[in-house]
């Protein structure tokens, strides 16, 4: 049947991404928070700006910013500054004002003590067609917030029980400087930078789901993957070209559990020409 069809296709994206995770991990010293801190980073790119913060998040100096989790101040000095954005070949002048000369003070100090040589390529940074609250600035901010609101975010992600709670394990904001700037020395009409819960969502499927899963086979936890499951079953299909065509189709979708499927049929199956290896296109090709 179809749903027997999608439920296959669903187990075997997340075995996919949970090889990922532990190619990942085997890169990190099998340290799961910054694995999972970089997945998240990734996510946080919504598309665009992927590549650019998982390049950015792999360069952080994970053990030093353990140092100053308690000063958000300080967080963000590493991240900005680790992103390159304080580089004079990225910054224009105008836009140095006092906020930002005194995180970039501050990161040069950071950088001098823990002896931190590379910082990012700022024009990895994509910003043409991103709405501003898209902008890597404003996600870096958000990021700095979560990373400084508490220690452990995977450890304590995996004690939740419900959706419920992992949004609020993943609300966010930002500093105050942040509320009425969208980049260094422009200002913006004052507004709280919050992430919306469509954006929650996308995080939940794409790096909590994902993580809980590839946690749960790692400690022969058949409880954890079956959460995984029953997430993916209760969060909204995802809403993008891919499963709009499905649908169009007539293929029902109806949960994000739904949605993973068909977006690994299409970019696993279709896309590749595997026609005979799937199951939707062995049936149709069997009836012709």
């Not at 959706?163 to 700037?181: D, F, G, K, P, Q």
Request: glycine share 4%.
């Amino acid at each position: 049947t179809v749903h027997s069809w999608l439920s296959a296709l669903q187990t075997e994206r997340l075995e996919q991404k949970a090889k990922l995770i532990g190619a990942r991990l085997e890169h990190c010293n099998n340290n799961w928070e910054d694995v999972f801190f970089i997945t998240l980073a990734r996510n946080y790119g919504f598309g665009l700006n992927g590549d650019a913060f998982e390049a950015w998040a792999e360069l952080l100096p994970f053990r030093a910013l353990d140092k100053h989790r308690n000063d958000l101040f300080q967080i963000e000095a590493i991240f900005y500054g680790m992103a390159g954005l304080f580089e004079d070949t990225f910054l224009k002048e105008e836009q140095k004002d006092e906020y930002c000369l005194r995180l970039s003070k501050e990161f040069h100090y950071l950088q001098r003590k823990f002896e931190i040589f590379r910082v990012m390529d700022a024009t990895l940074w994509r910003f043409l067609r991103l709405r501003p609250d898209n902008f890597p600035h404003i996600r870096l901010a958000q990021l700095a917030y979560l990373y400084q609101k508490g220690d452990k975010l995977f450890s304590r992600l995996l004690e939740a029980e419900t959706l419920a709670e992992v949004r609020i394990l993943l609300s966010t904001r930002t500093s105050v400087y942040w509320e009425n700037h969208y980049i260094f020395g422009r200002t913006s009409p004052q507004r709280e930078k919050l992430l919306g819960e469509q954006s929650k969502d996308l995080i939940i499927i794409n790096t909590v789901v994902p993580f809980l899963y590839t946690y749960g086979l790692h400690k022969a936890d058949e409880g954890m993957c079956e959460r995984a499951g029953r997430f993916l079953e209760e969060l909204k299909a995802e809403n993008n070209h891919i499963i709009r065509s499905w649908s169009d189709a007539g293929l029902p979708v109806a949960s994000a559990a739904d949605s993973q499927a068909l977006i690994q049929l299409q970019k696993e199956y279709c896309d590749k020409r595997k026609c005979l290896y799937c199951r939707f296109g062995y049936e149709y090709l069997r009836k012709k």
